[in-house]
């Protein structure tokens, strides 16, 4: 008998089956989570159709023995008469009928009646409701880590965490702690609930109430000797929790405590344990108070995001984390794993639609070859772990797995000096071969921080590379006609031939490694300065790419022409680095023109406003594109109601790449309990999902 597995990945929550042509018996498939599901197949009994090429299935619903949904997808599967005569061991059919939409928006915006100054893992499990109400199937978050450094509002950008496990104590539902009767803590409760009201987040004080909250909450049961409690269940599926994550757990602890005690994230500055030791930072845990608590809480806020993502699965909901490409340079993982590190360098991006001058995000760039030594063991390990909590992700700057822009961290800040590591840098003679005098490099020797540079010099000393744009600079303009042209070819050559190949086998050396540790759906957002590259490996990989109408893919064009996106590909219409539809159409009149003219096709002035009736022909727009996932942020649903919109359209901007001391402190401005009872705004999301063909039936 020939057997082979086969692995599926869906939303329907409901019993499912797979039936061959020809066949009326189904094969069962069978599920832990709800979303992936697999079966064992028989195929000694089993033959083609007459006239067809190969073994034709789809997958299909029962209820109670029988079927009530057939062929779920847009297209049958085949097994080819290759695969029957040398069966597989796996067929992978994962997410291939995906075609859904849903919401993106970061956990801190959420608002409820009784949130406490942010949103948090309950909000999370009432806004679920709300999206499987309005027909949505996925949500997506900003990362969720804990980025508590110096409990101001610095900390309150997602992307640089202390940890890449460990969750952040200001999504704590205290709601779902047990109650405090205290004078203190009613008084906490009351503050929290005056932040609530505030139109945006007050990070400081919203930080320092929780915290000051869970800390009396740890201390009561400490004091009734109720470290957990009293049901033997819960105290198991505790120091289960503690046993599988004790690689991540004790550091995260004893940094924390650490933190605390000497009032700074810098170990480096710490009067001990400078130096990470697992077995010195372990006995330290365990008879320090303060670390004491740090393991407590972290089990707190896994049992209540696990309980928030296990309720998006009954609702048929997917959840799909977000990945960050760096580190805190001042993080649990900078301390215990420094090898895996460049600590003396910094990544950003260079000059792009975000930011003219570039990005500097400070953190440490990777040492690849380390990694590679044990097999991507630090990021496999943190793959594992975003699949204890998320069905889908997303990779944050996929294109820092290909080339990351790195920039001396010793040196003034601009990112107009970095350079693409790993690349290939030119030789004195190969950069006389493209017709440049040496004296080309002389500029390299003016002042620190210079940016009026040709060249900077490779960071580990291999040869020279050209500076973003220098043929703009002034240094360029100083050479004759001759060497200018030569200067440009050169550099148009190193930024967009030259490394590509090498760029292509970088990505191919990592991405299959930690893609297929789990069976979440991978999505990379790939914007920025793309490799030609960049769109192959991604399709080789099965990587949904990131889609949006205002950001042009080819050189020439205004827009995108999201109606021809990939399948494979999710399609939206802002990110959280973007402003959202109502700012970005008031933005610039003369491109806001050009839509309303070219794209929408409408005759006459364009409004000075985005009207409801205007966004909602933007959102069908984007809803309609072939791509499988469809996710559009929250502020660009909430156009369709104009009194769930601010007053202003800046102020519902999550944030700005050009500012790097904007502080996210965006939340919407109705509660969540008020979309729930919106029956007309939940008719227009239902509508505008059944028009675009993305409710499943």
Known sequence: MTHFSIHYNTVWGENLGLLFSGHTAPFMLHTTDGHVWDADIDLSELSPVAGQEGLVYHYAVWRDGSLTRKEIGSRPHCLTPTQLQNPPRQIDDAWSDLRIAGTAVPLFSLRTEGSQGIGDFGDLSLFIDWCSQTGQRIVQLLPINDTTKHRNEADSYPYSAISIYALHPIYADLRQLPPLHTARAKAIRVELQRLNDLPQIDYPAVIRLKEEYLHLSYAQQVRRKEKLSADYEELSRREKFLAENRHWLVPYAAFCALRDKYATPCFGEWPEHTTFSFAAVEKFV??????????????????????????????????????????????????????????????????????????????????????????????????????????????????????????????????????????????????????????????????????????????????????????????????????????????????????????????????????????????????????????????????????????????????????????LSVVTTGTHDMPPLRLWWEEDAALSQTYYNEVLHRQGTAPATATPELCRAILLRTLQSPAALCILPLQDWLTQVPAYCAASPADERINNPANPHHYWRYRMKPTVGQLQSDVLLSSQILSLLSISGRIPN
């Open 286 to 567: 365990s008879h320090n108070a303060v670390a004491q608590y740090y393991l407590w809480l972290q089990y707190q806020l896994h049992t209540q995001l696990l309980a928030a993502t296990r309720h998006a699965r009954q609702c048929g909901v997917l959840i799909k984390g977000d990945i960050p490409i760096g580190i805190d340079r001042h993080s649990v993982d900078a301390w215990q794993h420094p090898q895996l590190f460049r600590l003396d360098t910094a990544a950003g991006a260079p000059p792009d639609a975000f930011s003219q001058e570039g990005q500097n995000w400070q953190f440490p760039t990777y040492d690849w070859e380390r990694m590679a030594s044990d097999g991507y063991l630090w990021w496999r390990q943190r793959f594992r772990h975003m699949a204890t909590y998320f069905d889908a992700y997303r990779i944050d700057h996929i294109l820092g797995f290909f080339r990351i822009w790195q920039i001396p961290a010793h040196k003034p800040t601009s990112a107009l000096l970095g350079q693409f590591s790993p690349a290939l840098p030119f030789s004195l003679e190969e950069i006389k071969n493209w017709g440049l005098d040496e004296k080309v490099l002389d500029s390299t020797g003016k002042d620190e921080g210079c940016t009026d540079v040709l060249f900077l010099p490779d960071h580990d000393g291999h040869g020279w590379h050209p500076r973003f744009g220098g043929y703009d600079t002034a240094a360029c303009q100083a050479l004759t006609p001759v060497c200018q042209e030569a200067y440009r070819r050169l550099h148009d050559h190193y930024f967009y031939e030259r490394n590509e190949q090498f760029w292509r086998n970088e990505a191919l050396k990592k991405l299959p490694v930690l893609t297929s540790e789990t069976n979440l759906l991978p999505c990379g957002e790939d914007l920025g300065l793309v490799p030609a590259c960049v769109p192959d490996v991604m399709d080789i990989l099965k990587i949904l790419s990131l889609q949006i109408e205002r950001m042009p893919r080819c050189g020439g064009q205004r827009f995108n022409d999201i109606a021809h996106s990939p399948t």
